[in-house]
């Protein structure tokens, strides 16, 4: 199976802050990532795709970068409601795999 | 407004079958994939599978002897069972709707909380 890291594990920012997380894969998978938001108690909520295309609905405050092994999710300016975890997910080779978080906490 | 639901029995007893069932509203569950992810508490996600509305099915290696998984169309639902369970399966099972962007997954349903315990 293909093994996503995510870093940092936790990341503290202030509201207003640009913020970047990485997600790295164990091997290429092209463009084939995506990355979600998910609240506590909620089912995650689908962001970016194709590791940079915007799902529709989603604020432009958020966009995504990066191919092969290394890929980033940017949030340009943190709004309140943006601060929980994010995940990665590749869709390169299945079984699809998923980071194991990354949580954005206040700082 | 595409909506997912899942039900089934919050309570599974160890070496028990877990069942579930997925409910699509607002949209056809024809010409699409349809996935159930799991994600045990505190913790990440995992795939476990999908299955087409015509009935294939491709399954998670780690957990491929235990997961069958089925579709009625005439129902708009599609279902999951997990035999032979254990604790290590106590999780938040959701269903979830293959996105048209790729293996990804644009709709989910809120999640069934399964406790694996006698």
């Known amino acids: 199976d293909i093994q996503m890291t995510q870093s940092p594990s936790t990341l503290s920012a202030s509201v207003g802050d640009r913020v970047t997380i990485t997600c790295r894969a164990s091997?290429?998978?092209?463009?084939?990532l995506a990355w979600y938001q998910q609240k506590p108690g909620k089912a995650p909520k689908l962001l970016i795709y194709?590791?940079?295309s915007l799902e529709s609905g989603v604020p432009s405050r958020f966009s995504g970068s990066g191919s092969g092994t290394e890929f980033t999710l940017t949030i340009s300016s943190l709004h309140p409601d943006d601060f929980t975890t994010y995940y990665c997910?590749?869709?390169?080779?299945?079984?699809?795999?998923f980071g194991q978080g990354t949580k954005v906490e206040i700082k | 407004q595409v909506q997912l639901q899942e039900s089934g029995p919050g309570l599974v007893k160890p070496s028990e079958t877990l069942s579930l069932t997925c409910t699509v509203s607002?949209?056809?569950?024809?010409?699409?994939?349809w996935s159930w992810i799991r994600q045990p508490p505190g913790k990440g996600l995992e795939c476990i599978g999908y299955?087409?509305?015509?009935?294939?099915?491709n399954y998670n290696p780690s957990l491929d002897s235990r997961v069958t998984m089925s579709v009625d169309t005439s129902r708009n639902q599609f279902s999951l069972r997990l035999s032979s369970v254990t604790a290590a399966d106590t999780a938040v099972y959701y269903c979830?709707?293959?996105?048209?962007?790729?293996?990804?997954?644009?709709?989910w349903g809120q999640g069934a909380l399964v406790t694996v315990s006698s």
């Open positions: 979830a709707r293959k996105s048209t962007g790729g293996w990804c997954f644009d709709y």
């Open positions: 299955i087409y509305y015509s009935g294939s099915t």
């Open positions: 194709k590791a940079s």
């Open positions: 607002g949209g056809s569950i024809s010409s699409y994939y």
């Open positions: 091997q290429s998978i092209s463009r084939w």
């Open positions: 997910q590749q869709y390169n080779a299945y079984p699809w795999t």
